[in-house]
């Protein structure tokens, strides 16, 4: 039963966000039909990010979890994520009318992902790390999608990232509702405002939310503008632009599957804050990296995305278990939903402001600002193993 409920909430996951990324897998063909302003262009993908923020603290002040199947949320969830994506297709592209539906998106996964978490945690016993790992693996799967899907199906356009990820998110309702929650399964208690001030008051949780931070810095903004950095990079090289971005992005993002995978079971063996800086400091490195091999082979650069996104992925899971052990027990929940809301929102920061960047610097230096948040996670992960409370992580292992 185990095995078949995860295989099931992975595979709803992987399904259900692939919505997610449709905006961004979307842009190089609207680019092509439409003279978006920049603004429009960021909002394609910070627009879920922004709704998915709003759905999150929505969803945990209503009790929202407390009040309905955890299945059956999840799968409505899934239902209104996927006809926002397809009406989507119907719109102008870059108009209020589809960031409107983005947005919409974004809130209607916030029923989706964390949901899907928890599915997936209540069947953890001495694998939480591992199991959150999963599910992350799911999310980057999900997220890597779209990029694929004007290959298999180019026949729409640039409609046809929406209208495919659109059936996939209505094919995951159906398919949660076969899955099981697990024996620890517990109904979440409404959010409590107080655990603003304790995530601040505490120096340990204070610690992991700033990795947790740092590490958002970076990833949505890579994953959102990377399609982009290699139709330029592709251009700077006089190579026929063709399907090939689309499948190395789609590739590059799908790599972090493995990686969440893997960190998630070697943080449970050597210790949450040693992983996250690891993947951290690799990470920041690649987002430097990229710029200094512009002018590189295509092989090299493709090998050091891939790098990138096996590390950029790979620390997420942890930052969330980290929480779950220094939290208090009747705040996990309301500390857990912070944390993830907080994340989200400086994502809309990043996402928007990484072409204003371009702008300046042309898209060959596109990912360096983005070490500065790894630079910042490392530094908290490294103070908060220095303290006591680290013994509360990873079974001791810190």
Known sequence: MKARSLALIALAQVLALSVWFAGAAALPAIARSADLSAFATAALSSGVQLGFVAGALASAALGLADRLEVRHLFASGAAVAGLATGLAALTEPGSAAMIALRILT?????????????MAA????????????????????????????????????WRTPFLGSA?????????????????????????????????????????????????????????????????????????????????????????????????????????????????????GACAILTGLAWDAPLLVMAILLVVYGITVIADSAQFSAAIAELAPSD?????????????????VLTVQALPLWVEVTGWRFAFAPL??????????????????????????RG
């Open 371 to 396: 070490a500065l948040g790894p630079a910042v996670g490392i530094w908290a992960m490294l103070r908060l193993r220095a303290r006591p409370e680290a013994g509360q992580l990873a079974g001791g």
């Open 106 to 118: 974004g809130a209607a996964l916030a029923l989706v992902y964390p949901v899907g978490m928890k």
């Open 331 to 347: 705040q996990a929940g309301s500390l857990l939903t912070l944390q993830t809301a907080a994340g989200f929102a400086l994502t």
């Open 167 to 283: 059936l996939l998110c209505l094919v995951a309702a159906g398919t949660i509702l076969a899955a099981q929650a697990g024996p620890a399964f517990a109904r979440a208690a409404r959010f409590d405002p107080s655990a603003i001030r304790l995530a601040i008051a505490r120096p340990a949780l204070r610690l992991a939310n700033l990795g947790y931070l740092g590490h958002m810095w970076e990833l949505y903004a890579f994953w959102a503008w990377l399609g982009a950095f290699l139709y330029a990079y592709a251009l700077h090289h006089g190579l026929p632009a063709g399907a090939w971005p689309g499948v190395l992005t789609f590739a590059v993002v799908a790599s972090g599957a493995a990686g969440a995978l893997g960190a998630g079971w070697l943080a449970d063996r050597v210790g949450r804050t040693v992983v996250t800086s690891a993947a951290m400091a690799v990470s």
């Open 122 to 157: 209540s069947w953890a016993k001495g694998d939480a790390g591992l199991l959150v790992g999963l599910l992350v693996g799911a999310l980057t799967l999900g997220s890597a999608a779209p990029h694929l899907l004007p290959v298999l199906g180019p026949g729409f356009g």
